[in-house]
């Protein structure tokens, strides 16, 4: 059996998806240790996955808040210079120590997520087999795409192709302190020139969460990419334990672990939902504390909570209104609900595109989020019904997809014969 080390970004979404991956391959007879700085240790819960720790001088412990915290509001142009720094110094921080570390844990083996540098680097440093993982958006690039974190829609036209390429221009320049990490440990290792995500690709396989349903028409996926739908674990989650009334719509509403302090908003999304007389369970990630808790309830919000089974609540909804937060955005197609999309940050404007894309849902971005807003594109969810026949749709494709067993056989058919795992339908 083999050993695979994860490197990834220290983010719950993110880390969810690649342990419900490492619990299939652990179940499998292997053996998967997480490796990052010591606080991101704290955001796994099975106990079988392994942990080894690195940059205790320059990621202390304590650190991650301060990450998490910026990620979640980076606050202007400014703090987005500040998030990308901060990325880089992770990167170079992987770079530098964990090298030594798989060595000492002899791995066989890498899950890169393909929103981390360092995993293909050092996978290629090390001449180990890698397979690069796209919890969020793949970063694959082809010119009809717009870049994950862009809202618009797929280029049909040579107009559409320009405003890509030149939104990814100003993107690059932005990436620039990141990028000089990648092209400096892609020197130092000996590799080929690269200098951003989309260049540490693996050439082994790389599995995506979305579908051919629901993301835009890819025309040059390489023949190693595999969309194998939502990666989720086989646990048990708990019931949905609140009282229901039968005749009132039902709307659940979550804006991720990363955006649920934002306050304002959850006001607003309140007042919209008592004034279209509809049930809503309002999960707020911990982000919130007691008082705003009952400050939502007097405004009229049926239940507020911390976390809720997202999935078990899902399966009850009539609608949901979420941050297009793709693990979110996943769960609501599996479970045929129509959605809401408030994109906030990261590729999340781009999976908003896609639910509009697919025809199942509607977006508001969060500057135009008015309480009236709100209540009227609810309303159009909840009256039309096919919002919520393209989603059942779009959640049949996810349900054919394979999940996490089949994203589990690929990583098996890669180490075991160190060559390229191509789809079917690419030969």
Not at 82 to 90: G, M, Q, S, Y
Not at 277 to 302: F, Y
Request: proline share 7%.
């Amino acid at each position: 059996m083999s050993h695979f080390a994860v490197i990834a970004p220290p983010f719950t979404s993110h880390f969810r998806a690649l342990e419900a991956l490492a619990g299939s391959l652990i179940a499998r007879g292997h053996r998967v240790t997480f490796v990052h700085q010591q606080d991101a240790g704290a955001l796994l819960r099975d106990p079988r996955v392994g942990f080894a720790s690195v940059g205790a001088v320059s990621h202390p412990v304590g650190s991650l808040r301060h990450t998490v915290a910026l990620a979640a509001r980076p606050g202007g142009v400014n703090g987005l210079r500040r998030v990308i720094l901060d990325l880089a110094r992770t990167t170079d921080m992987l770079c530098r120590e964990a090298p030594a570390v798989l060595r000492e844990l002899g791995v066989d083996a890498l899950l890169a997520d393909q929103m981390e540098a360092a995993g293909g680097l050092i996978a290629e440093h090390l001449k180990l087999p890698y397979v690069s993982i796209a919890c969020a958006l793949p970063v694959n690039r082809e010119p009809r795409l717009p870049l994950p974190v862009m809202p618009w829609g797929y280029a049909d036209s040579p107009q559409g192709e320009n405003l890509n390429r030149g939104s990814s221009q100003v993107y690059d320049l932005l990436m620039r302190p990141h990028a000089r990490v990648i092209a400096g440990h892609a020197e130092r290792f000996g590799l080929a020139p690269r200098q951003a995500l989309h260049e540490c690709l693996s050439p082994y396989a790389q599995i995506s969460q979305t579908t051919a349903a629901f993301d835009f028409p890819r025309q040059q996926a390489p023949a190693q990419f595999h969309a194998v739908g939502p990666l989720r674990g086989a646990e048990e989650e708990a019931p949905l334990q609140i009282p229901l009334a039968t005749r009132r719509p039902f709307v659940f509403a979550s804006l991720g672990t990363l955006q649920g302090g934002r306050f304002g908003l959850f006001q607003r999304i309140v007042r919209a939902c008592a004034e279209q007389d509809v049930q809503l369970l309002l999960a707020h990630c911990g982000g919130l504390n007691t008082v705003q808790e009952r400050v939502l309830e007097g405004l009229g919000a049926t239940w507020v909570t911390d976390f809720a089974p997202q999935r078990a609540a899902l399966a009850r909804a009539d609608a949901v209104i979420t941050h297009a937060g793709l693990n979110t955005v996943m769960d609501a197609l599996a479970a045929g609900v129509p959605m809401l999309a408030v994109p906030i940050a990261f590729d999340q404007p781009g999976v908003a595109a896609r639910v509009l894309h697919a025809g199942a849902g509607l977006r508001l971005f969060p500057q135009l989020a008015s309480r009236s807003g709100i209540g009227r594109t609810l309303r159009q969810l909840l009256d039309e019904p096919r919002f919520a026949a393209n989603a059942a749709r779009v959640g049949a494709s996810l349900a054919q997809a394979g999940g996490v067993e089949r994203a589990a056989d690929i990583v098996e058919a890669v180490v075991r014969s160190g060559q390229p795992v191509e789809r079917a339908d690419a030969t």
